[in-house]
């Protein structure tokens, strides 16, 4: 009688679990301000998802299905239709998808093999025609550029000379590549290492860097408070940003590694025993992790690598398959099953 409401929940909402798990704990709060505020808001608040390939240029290892092993160091390499095939689907992407406009990649490169390799692809300064790199720089202006360093040398226990030619050696290629979506504020460190150099550290502090990448499945490495990095314990200015891991692993390029890698980690008894999982349960877990941290509204970046950018089908229009772009259209194809497509996501 004297106009006080009242809101009650008789379901239980344990917040950390990943969805499917209570997910209303996380889908509803909006409706619950919205109601108790009567749509009164201060500030903004934005929904991401920015993935991040690693080692695009550089050669990397690859699992083999047939032995359940790792083939180690030059199994695989990006070819350039690879990246046609990436830039094609990531304009329909955002062109098709209500709210992927802001959907964009980022690449995290390493430079040794378009200036070192055999043969090299840029030769005298001059990028070499119908090379991987020759279609970077073509298709430069699709993607995010991110300093990976040269060589993707550990970086754990190098002196400073050897940290700072990592990330010069990266910086100066640009001048040839002309990307021109690139930080030099911005680093991320071969497998994280050197987080606790002081070289490195020293380094990239003189080198302009702001912004140091970490993984934020490691201990000390997650956001202290949402949406916040966490400052290098020898150098304050510089910024750790921590990233998403994934249960898409670094060395597949296809379904049937990807399921045979996954079952030879998660699947007791496997290969002697059938598989656990097939490729659409691991895409329906793998993305629920991701769905939860777009529903916690963090800005954080998700890692994935360049195997997983290989068209695996073989073609090469902007419909031919990666498993990450398997990953993402199963991501927004959930997230938007819970809300309204005109809710944008950033990258």
Known sequence: GDGREHMVFTMSSYYPVIPPSNIHARLLPYGMIDWATRGAFLGERHVYFSPQPDDFLAWGDCWNPVTH????????????NDLDNLALWQAAFQATVPNAAGFRIEMPFNAQESFEGDPPE???????????????????????????????????????????????????????????????ATLLTGAYSG?????????????????????SSQSGYSNPSPNTGIPHPSQPAIL?????????????????????????IYCPGYPGVPACYDYDE????????????????????????????????????????????????ALYGKYNSYFSANVPVLS
């Open 122 to 184: 840029v030769d005298d300064g001059q990028v070499v025609p119908n090379t991987l790199t020759a279609k970077a720089v073509e298709l430069q202006d699709q993607f995010t550029w991110l300093n990976h360093t040269y060589s993707h040398e550990d970086l754990n226990n190098k002196n400073y000379s050897v940290c700072y030619d990592e990330i010069r050696k990266n910086n100066d290629s640009v001048s040839v590549f002309q990307f021109s979506d690139y930080s030099t």
């Open 240 to 264: 750790q940003v921590p990233r998403y891991p994934t249960n898409i692993f670094y060395a597949v390029s296809n379904p049937e590694q990807q399921t045979d890698l996954y079952n030879w």
């Open 282 to 329: 691991i895409l329906e877990s793998a993305t629920g992790q991701s769905l939860a941290t777009m529903l916690d509204f963090s800005v954080d970046a998700t890692m994935f690598h360049m195997n997983n950018l290989d068209a695996y089908n073989n073609v090469y229009d902007g419909t031919g398959h990666t498993v990450m772009g398997d990953f993402v259209e």
């Open 69 to 80: 092993s790792y083939i180690w160091d030059t199994c695989y390499r990006n070819q350039p």
């Open 195 to 215: 987080l606790t150099n002081t070289n490195l550290a020293q380094a990239a502090f003189d080198l302009g860097v702001r912004y140091l990448e970490v993984d």
